[in-house]
Every structure is written in structure tokens, then in C-alpha cells.
């Protein structure tokens, strides 16, 4: 097995067109934003992340605060800056970053033991529960921040500190004798083991990573083993081991189970450990659960995890819209596990499942200025019902400031910051284009190195101009699946491409070459499969990747009164609201109540004709407190 070459964020550049004032943002107020937050600067919100670091070394008193996990949220800022750092220096981000390294290292432990909750409230404790205490997954996001900034600046202090903690654990968690034979409760530092492995092509943090995932649920069963003094709770007894994917042997493992972001991070790491290893049953694992996420258990927009207890799947069709989970960390981990599946095996579905996560969840999960954010992406909300209905209340009409558990504000800012290498990837010859941002790089091909510019402001449009600079490679330009129709030009001429694996590939040299890849973006009709029960009889309109929803705002109150008829035609039009906006409107129906009586013995409502006006759904919740659907009556 083999993995091609991702594009490099030092020799990349997005901007421009849809994806230009997101970049800006990120960089100018997401982070900037998020630091003042993990500093308890913003008033309204408490983070006390950073707090902890100097409180576990000494520098000021107080008490741990935050969850288990709360190291993390500083882990995933150092992150994203590493990543921006990386595409262009920032005195002031960096500055920033290096003073708050300075604080972690200092509360590194002389054993190399590094975990705030711990230091602050008693070694004794730690590495007795690794079922829920994250200390593993704390030290895995830190590990990929240590990375991610070394990358960026050449500056090891950080990475050395990991280093340390990463042979602290080693010397802890194992097979051989003295050693605990535990695994992480919340999987995470397989992915951060196997970039450590990359880096200094040390075997001892890819045997590490195997370790633990190949000791995750054999017999005996080592949470079973962990607990067995406790009397299990009533949350553990409703979710079981499924909740901690350790219910068997990952290889065995053909549905996703359990917590949305623990499961989808232990695909990814089984994915990096399988194409490292040239492990085939591990890699058919992985196969089994993409199909099974995607075919069965995913929303329309990406969203992945049913239910809020445990935030998790459930079972095959179940997909409600208004008690849904759908964490924005889920999908962000999804688009984790697709992103190594695509660089060992190039096929345009997990690039498109990146797309479908990335323009729906992950851009609706924050707020236009970037600075408020859903945990939680339901695809039905009726205000009334979040406050007042304790099934639903996780499902909030308006985006929070902050989060108590704040692990996807960060998250989101360490996704963006590096989408730069989800664009191209290199296979030899081929140079393949998987997701349509605007800008310039340059690749590393086996004919030596090519630059292309790319000029689009999709997904508000198909039209997609590319500059294919001199050299000897082919262009793999991927067809997204929502699309019918395409053309292809080559300096005003028209290229019949062939498709394979849902690339259209166009064969060079290239000299400058100016190509146009038309996609038609049409509105178009999308149906659930008839085993979702909440979706039978409905509808979602879709535009390209983007999914649209109606809000109360623009089509009034009681939207489950509205229907769309399956003959009405669709409107594409531009609005000035919400900073522009590609809007979709109908003619629909709306239901007339005809009295008060709770149960007639007739329909008991007569319908008129109303206009209907559909926005992005990643835009939904940007003008106050209004209900919202994606899914429509179809009359």
C-alpha cells in the first residue's frame, strides 16, 4: 500500500473567491478570538485551559478547571496556528504560540508526564481510568500540535516535550511484563503516532500506534478489567462498551458504533496504521466503515451521530432531524478518516464526502463572523421545543459564544487552517484535484515540479478556471457526485476527458495551459432511502455540495405547515442578506388550520399558495432566534 503525495501547505496559497474572507477570518478573528477565550478574556465565556498549564507549573494558584480533556482546546489552537504559520509567518500568532509553550513545558513532569488534570489534582491517580479520563487523547492533540508548529517553524521545544511524554507512555502501556495492557478510552493519539512515526521514521511510535489498535477489545477486556471493583453507572450500563468501540476486535468491527468522534478517529488511525503496515484486514475494516457511515448512518449534510446519549450512532436508518446530534467534531473526524482513504486509494466519493461535511456541517457550525458555534447540527429546530422539551434542548437555535465542552471551536480552526493539503494530491504523473478552492501551488510530481493556479468561486457557481503550468503530468479533475453535466476546455477547445473513479482525467503536457471545468449547478430534488422513517414523504433541496434549509425569517412561522409541490419549479437568484447569498426560491403550499379542535374528525385545515425562499444551511442562524427545516413536505 502506498499513499500519494498531499499538497503542502508552505507551497500553497488559498484565496480568493468563496474560501477568501473564511481564510482571512480564520487567521484575523477566529484565532485571535479563541486565544482571548482560553485566557478567560471574553466576557460571558470560561475556558481556563491556559490557566491550568500555568497553575500544573507553578506559575499561579488555583484549581483545575474545565473537563478531564480541557489541555485540548489549547492543543488545537497551537495547532491551527502551526498550520497558518506554515502558508505564511505571523509575528504576532507565533509570538502567542511560543509563550504558551514555554508554559506547557514548564508543566512537564521530570518523567515526562504531562496532563493538567493530574499534575494539579494528584499523580497517584493517573493512568488508573483510561476508559474516561482522556490522557491519551489529550496527549494525542498536543502530539499533533507539537507537529503541526515544528513543521511550520523548525522550533522543537514542544515537540521535544511530546517526545518525552510519548516514551513516558511507552514505558506505561504495553504487552511486556510490568506494563499495563490498556488502550485509550477516547482514541485520538494513534493519528498523532503515526505523523511522529513520519517525521523521524522512528518504528517505536508506529508499534506504539499498531498497539493500540490492535489491543482494543480483545479478551480480557481491559475496561472490564479497570472497573471491576465499581459498580457500573446507569450511563455505562445504557451505552456499554460499543460507546468505547471495545466491544470487539477492531477487524471485526463492520458497523460504527458508539461515540461519533471516538469511532471516526479510530478509523482514521486504523487507516494511517493500515497503510503503513500494509495491513489488508485492517484496510478492509476501514473500507466496512465507510460504507457502513456513509450508506447508512450519515445525514445529508455530513452530520454524523444520532442520538445525544453518549452523542452517538445507533443504528442502521436512524436519522432524526430534530433530536440529532450531528457534533461538529464527528464530522470533522469524518473528514479525517475520507482524507486518508482518498491519499491510499484516489476515488472521488471520499473526496465528495469531504465536500458534503466540509459545505454543510462544518461552515454551518460557526457563525459568519466566526466567532459563535453550534456543537450540536440539527436539521430541524423549533425554538419552542429547545427550551421546553429536554429531548431536544441540545439542539439550540442560535450559536453559544462558547461551550463548557469547547472541543470544536478549535477543532473547526485546525480544520480550516490546513485545507490546504486537502486540495491536490500526487501519484506519479498524476496530479489530482480534490476539492475546488481558489488559489496557487506547487507540486512535487515525478517529472519535477509543476505549478498550478486555480480561479473559482465555487460552490457558489461550477465555473472552475485552472492554469496548468509547464510539465509533463496528467490533471485528475474530480466529477463531484451531485453532478449530471460537465465540460471540459483546453485553451478555448473542448477535451474529451474519460472518467475514471470520478476523476475526468486530462492528459498532458501542459505549457500554461488555460483549462475551464464547467459543472452544472442546478437546484435539485434529494430523497432520503424509505427505511429513514422520519423522511418519508419529504423532501431536501440541494445546490452543488450546499443544503438548503427554509427559516421562519423568510417564510413565516410553523414550517412544518409548509409543503413544496412535486411539480414547482425552482429560482436561483442572488440576495444582498447574510453577506450574499445564493438563494432558491418556490412556490409552495402552506397548510390553514381550520379550528382549534386538538382531534377532528375531518383533515380539519384547507391550504393556499405561499412563496417560499431557501437558504444554505450553512448559513442558517445568523439573524436571531427562527425555526428551521431541511426536509419539506413534497405535495
Excluded at 494528584?122 to 483510561?130: A, C, E, F, I, Y
Aim: glycine share 8%; charged share 25%; net charge negative.
Amino acid at each position: 500500500m502506498r499513499l500519494l503525495k498531499r499538497s503542502e501547505l508552505n507551497k500553497t496559497r488559498l484565496g480568493g473567491g468563496f474560501w477568501g474572507a473564511i481564510f482571512d477570518r480564520v487567521r484575523n478573528q477566529m484565532l485571535p478570538y479563541q486565544w482571548k477565550v482560553l485566557n478567560d478574556e471574553v466576557e460571558g465565556t470560561h475556558s481556563h485551559s491556559v490557566a491550568n498549564f500555568k497553575i500544573a507549573a507553578g506559575m499561579m494558584e488555583g484549581r483545575f478547571e474545565g473537563a478531564p480533556f480541557q489541555d485540548t482546546d489549547t492543543a488545537k489552537w497551537i495547532e491551527a496556528v502551526g498550520y497558518q504559520l506554515a502558508v505564511e509567518p505571523d509575528p504576532g500568532l507565533e509570538r502567542l504560540a511560543d509563550g504558551v509553550i514555554e508554559i506547557i513545558a514548564a508543566a512537564q513532569q521530570p518523567d515526562g508526564y504531562l496532563d493538567t488534570f493530574y499534575i494539579i489534582n494528584g499523580l497517584d491517580k493517573r493512568w488508573t481510568n483510561l476508559r474516561d479520563m482522556h490522557e491519551l487523547y489529550c496527549a494525542g492533540h498536543m502530539l499533533e500540535a507539537a507537529i503541526a508548529y515544528y513543521e511550520a517553524t523548525g522550533k522543537r521545544k514542544l515537540l521535544d516535550v511530546m517526545i518525552r511524554f510519548v516514551d513516558h507512555i511507552a514505558s506505561v502501556l504495553g504487552r511486556e511484563d510490568g506494563k499495563k495492557r490498556g488502550y485509550p478510552g477516547h482514541e485520538e493519539i494513534e493519528l498523532a503516532l503515526c505523523k511522529l512515526y513520519d517525521i523521524t521514521g522512528e518504528k517505536k511510535y508506529i508499534d506504539l500506534a499498531s498497539y493500540f489498535i490492535d489491543e482494543r477489545g480483545t479478551e480480557p477486556n481491559y475496561f472490564i478489567e479497570e472497573h471491576k471493583s465499581e459498580k457500573p453507572s446507569q450511563f455505562h450500563n445504557t451505552v456499554g462498551l460499543k460507546y468505547y468501540q471495545a466491544h470487539k476486535p477492531v477487524r471485526e468491527q463492520y458497523t460504527i458504533e458508539g461515540h461519533a468522534v471516538r469511532a471516526l478517529y479510530l478509523a482514521a488511525g486504523m487507516a494511517d496504521v493500515a497503510v503503513r503496515t500494509n495491513d489488508e484486514k485492517l484496510w478492509k475494516a476501514c473500507l466496512a466503515l465507510y460504507e457502513n457511515v456513509t450508506g447508512k448512518r450519515m445525514y445529508v449534510t455530513g452530520g454524523v451521530g444520532s442520538t445525544s446519549i453518549g452523542e452517538a450512532f445507533t443504528f442502521d436508518y436512524d436519522l432524526p432531524n430534530d433530536t440529532v446530534y450531528a457534533e461538529t467534531c464527528a464530522s470533522i473526524a469524518l473528514i479525517f478518516f475520507c482524507q486518508r482513504l482518498l491519499l491510499a486509494d484516489p476515488d472521488a466519493r471520499y473526496a465528495d464526502t469531504i465536500e458534503r461535511a466540509l459545505y454543510n456541517v462544518c461552515l454551518g457550525s460557526m457563525s459568519l463572523d466566526q466567532t459563535k458555534y453550534f456543537y450540536v447540527n440539527p436539521l430541524s429546530v423549533y425554538p419552542e421545543a429547545s427550551r421546553g422539551d429536554p429531548a431536544k434542548r441540545h439542539a439550540l437555535p442560535v450559536r453559544p459564544d462558547w461551550h463548557r465542552c469547547a472541543c470544536c471551536p478549535p477543532n473547526l480552526a485546525r480544520l480550516i487552517s490546513s485545507l490546504g493539503r486537502y486540495a491536490y494530491a500526487v501519484d506519479g504523473r498524476r496530479v489530482y484535484v480534490n476539492q475546488y478552492f481558489g488559489g496557487q501551488t506547487e507540486l512535487d510530481t515525478e517529472g519535477g515540479p509543476v505549478g498550478i493556479t486555480m480561479e473559482t468561486d465555487y460552490p457558489v457557481s461550477g465555473h472552475i478556471k485552472i492554469k496548468a503550468g509547464k510539465g509533463d503530468y496528467d490533471l485528475m479533475l474530480r466529477k463531484p457526485y451531485w453532478c449530471s453535466e460537465w465540460s471540459v476546455t483546453g485553451n478555448g477547445e473542448r477535451i474529451d476527458a474519460a472518467l475514471e473513479k470520478g476523476y475526468l482525467c486530462v492528459k498532458g503536457p501542459f505549457n500554461d495551459d488555460e483549462l475551464s471545468l464547467e459543472l452544472k449547478m442546478e437546484p435539485r430534488r434529494v430523497y432520503s432511502n424509505p427505511l429513514v422513517r422520519e423522511n418519508i414523504g419529504k423532501v431536501c433541496v440541494m445546490r452543488g455540495p450546499v443544503v438548503y434549509c427554509l427559516e421562519s425569517t423568510d417564510n413565516g412561522e410553523n414550517l412544518h405547515l409548509v409543503s413544496l409541490p412535486a411539480d414547482s419549479r425552482f429560482r436561483v437568484e442572488y440576495s444582498p442578506m447574510l453577506e450574499g447569498t445564493v438563494v432558491i426560491r418556490a412556490t409552495g403550499r402552506r397548510a390553514i388550520p381550520a379550528g382549534d379542535d386538538l382531534y377532528p374528525e375531518t383533515p380539519g385545515c384547507s391550504t393556499e399558495e405561499t412563496e417560499l425562499t431557501f437558504i444554505p444551511y450553512y448559513k442558517w442562524a445568523n439573524r436571531g432566534e427562527n425555526e428551521m427545516e431541511v426536509w419539506i413536505r413534497e405535495c
